[in-house]
């Protein structure tokens, strides 16, 4: 997808649609996370224990622009609009069929889920970040 370093498509699924006939707006964030797991898949050699990458996700905003049918091939984008002391964002493009569904922003917070406490980004993921930045926010990338 064009202005994101990593993109995948997302099949949608019967149960996904509500009675309106379209995606109901809830499952645009599990469409997220599926995107994301499969960003940790392929890009930060993630095998599958939460502890592996420690963050967890403490915010989550989509700005809803196009319904998604069922009918509709879905594509994502993901990409990296920040890197703070111990959060970053993640900022999502949703593609329905070539169209603009929605766009997407993810902050997570790097973790120690002994101490129950945020802690700095290591400088080797602040690396593997950098290689997922986009210039701008969802409407610029």
């Known amino acids: 997808m064009n202005g994101f370093p990593f993109s995948c498509p997302v099949e949608v699924r019967y149960g996904d649609i509500d009675a309106m006939n379209h995606v109901n707006n809830a499952v645009y964030v599990s469409y997220l996370e599926l995107a994301r797991v499969r960003l940790w898949r392929e890009r930060f050699a993630f095998a599958g224990s ?36 111990t959060s970053f964002t993640f900022v999502y493009r949703i593609e329905a069929s070539g169209r603009l569904a929605a766009e997407a922003e993810t902050v997570q917070v790097s973790f120690d889920y002994g101490a129950g406490k945020p802690t700095p980004i290591t400088e080797a993921f602040r690396r593997q970040l950098a290689a997922l930045r986009v210039p701008t926010g969802p409407k610029g990338a």
């Open 50 to 85: 939460a502890r592996e990458i420690p963050i967890i996700l403490a915010r989550a905003a989509v700005d809803y622009r196009s319904p998604i049918d069922l009918a509709d091939s879905v594509e994502i984008g993901v990409g990296v609009s920040h890197v703070g002391r």
